[in-house]
């Protein structure tokens, strides 16, 4: 443990050389792929609560193919077989994109938790409840409004501890980025076990910075918990 702590620390937490490595990649996976499904999930939830199955029925054949296929066989798709299809090939901007393993992790790992989080926020707007739609209506709102002000808040707020669950899966799932090359904590646990041939060692750490992250993670939540669902403690 002390030679991986002396000769793999840094690599572990932020860098080797010039590219950034270890526990400062993680975090970067983690919060870039859960921003976009975030950004991703929201209008998606909204399309799937509508009547009109021309709106719905996409979102939820988006939803079922993506929670409904392993995300390491979504990734392996993305990385691997993207970049194989001719047209991608000979498009410029695409082939820079899906030839950066980087890239085609960030964009697994995102539509991944996208369709995830879609289905926690659709279930919380569609359980929103009705004295609050009919409060709104009543002061002349319109649907926009309606969602800008009282669905949306309401249903984000109610479904902060579904997310946070989602966002601690992610959390383990970028483990996966190791498969594609993407130099992680688990892919700087495996080369210091390669070099030491000490596998409690290597992953032993490893495991402890991932369950200081999620600790971290748990506590900043139920920090937000407390403070936005305060009202339901009542």
């Not at 990734?75 to 498009?91: A, C, P, Q």
């Not at 901007?93 to 995102?110: D, E, W």
């Not at 109610?158 to 980025?177: F, G, K, Q």
Request: charged share 10%; hydrophobic share 55%.
């Amino acid at each position: 443990m002390i030679y991986i702590l002396e000769h793999y620390w840094r690599a572990f937490l932020y860098t080797d050389g010039y590219q950034m490595t270890g526990l400062a990649m993680t975090l970067w996976l983690l919060v870039i792929s859960c921003a976009i499904g975030f950004c991703l999930a929201l209008p998606l939830a909204i399309l799937r609560n509508a009547k009109n199955p021309l709106l719905w029925g996409p979102v939820w054949l988006y939803g079922f193919i993506f929670r409904g296929t392993p995300l390491y066989v979504q990734l392996l798709l993305i990385y691997t077989g993207v970049y194989g299809l001719h047209f991608v090939r000979e498009t410029p901007f695409l082939a820079g994109f899906f030839r950066s393993a980087l890239n085609c992790t960030l964009l697994s790992f995102a539509l991944n938790t996208g369709a995830y989080t879609t289905e926690i926020f659709y279930g919380a707007i569609r359980d929103t409840a009705f004295g609050e739609v009919e409060a709104g209506r009543a002061f002349g709102m319109s649907r926009a409004m309606l969602y800008r002000r009282i669905i949306i808040p309401s249903a984000l707020r109610r479904a902060l501890p579904m997310y946070s669950n989602e966002v601690i899966l992610m959390l383990h799932a970028t483990t996966l980025a190791f498969t594609a090359t993407v130099p992680d904590i688990l892919k700087i646990a495996n080369d210091a076990y390669t070099a030491t041939y000490a596998p409690f060692d290597a992953f032993g750490l490893a495991a402890l910075i991932y369950l200081c992250i999620s600790f971290a993670l748990i506590y900043l939540f139920r920090r937000a918990e407390a403070r936005f669902l305060a009202h339901l403690a009542v």
